[in-house]
Structures are given as structure tokens and as C-alpha cells.
């Protein structure tokens, strides 16, 4: 058993957000000594499983990951096989998670910035039982007081604690890791709970321009798609503010 450093709640080219691909992820990995990364894109596992198989040829384990929108705001499953469907209730959404034994994991639960895909705070209360893990600091945190409103939502639900780093962008990647115990991926799985429990988090404040950054990849990808209908709104709804 050996220590590493692992990095959770990450995002690549696939998400609608990040144009972030395999070879930044590996290059940041390589230079911040990640040996272990969750990849947890919006609403899809494809880059995960892709990006599995290549990063794997470079000792780098990559757990399959998925942060999906549910009609009550982001729900993460790990360790996935498939995709599961956005906008479903979270109840629906962690009963799929559980049925490919998947880890349950609440991302940002508190977050005034990005307050819509946060997990509606009844939810949260609601289903505490069912989580597995709870953020107790996000990387894209705009002000510390997040992390510390995040915090005490972990400590009064009394959900295993866990930091993510968001990352969506190659300049985020590797800042916000957990030092773990590792053998192997599948024994990490099987006693994750007790593995994160002995962990010593390392944690950074959020760099600001990461989020100007993904609003400019967003621009790009509604480019590449066509979608000038939606650019559209977008420009119009921005310039009203």
C-alpha cells in the first residue's frame, strides 16, 4: 500500500462547459502527481470511459463518474457503467446509481453563485441516508464562505466529507487533491468510505477566471453545434444583466 494523490468531481471536453481534453488532463496529472482522477462530466460518461482507457497506458487510474442534472438540482454517482438520464427526481436518480453499485456523492451543496444545480436544501435532508459522500469544499467556490456553509451542511447531515475540485479547465487540475492509502482500484472502491475518512485533504481557493474561461468554452461549443438560436439567447440574456 502506498500513498497517492486523488482528484475528484472533474470534468473534460464532453461536458457542455469545458473543452478541457485527455492529453491537458494527462500533463496536468503527470506535472501535480495525480494517480487517481474522477471524471464526472454534466450528464455523461462517454469522455470517462474514453478517456479510462487512455490515461490507464500512463499509470493513471480514472474512476467513471457522471454529475447529473436532476429536476432538484446535481446528483454525482461513481464508479458507473452507464450513463444515467438527466432531469429524473433524485430519488429515481440515486436508485439508478445504487443499481450499477455506484457511490452516491452531493456535490456543492451550497453554492450562491451557482445556487440552480445545487440539490434543493430539503433534498438534501430528505435523502441524507442515501448519500455517501458530501463536499465539504469545491474548487470553484468563489468565496470562502461556501466552504464553511458547506461544512456545517455536511456536519448536520453527517455524511462522510469529501473535497472535489470541479475542475474544468487544465489550470484547476491538481489543486485540490485527497492523499489516500492505494493498493488498487478495486479494493479503493470497496473500502472508499473508510479510506476517505483517513485522508488528509489538501485544498486551494477557487481561481476566478476559470469561470470566464468555461463561459468562453461554452460560447465555442454552441458554435460547434449549430446552436445559434441558443448563442443567441445567451449574448441577449448577458447583455441585460
Known sequence: MSKIRAEF???TRFSK??????F???FMCKIRKIKLISITDHNE????IKYQKFLRKFGIEVIIGEEVMTDSGEIIGLFLNKKIEPLQTPEETIKQIKEQNGIVYLPHPYDEKRYKTVLKEEKQKELKEQFDFVE????RNISDKYSE?????QENLRITPIIGSDAHT???LGRNYIEIEYTNIEDF???MQTIIEKAKFHKKECIKFAHTITKFARVIKMIEKGEFNELRRTIFKRCRK
Open 24 to 26: 491537458f488532463i494527462l
Open 45 to 48: 460518461v462517454k469522455g470517462a
Open 136 to 139: 465539504i469544499h469545491n474548487g
Open 17 to 22: 462547459d469545458s473543452i478541457l481534453n485527455k
Open 189 to 191: 472502491k470497496n473500502n
Open 9 to 11: 468531481h472533474t470534468h
Open 149 to 153: 456553509k458547506q461544512k456545517c451542511i
Open 170 to 172: 487544465f489550470i484547476e
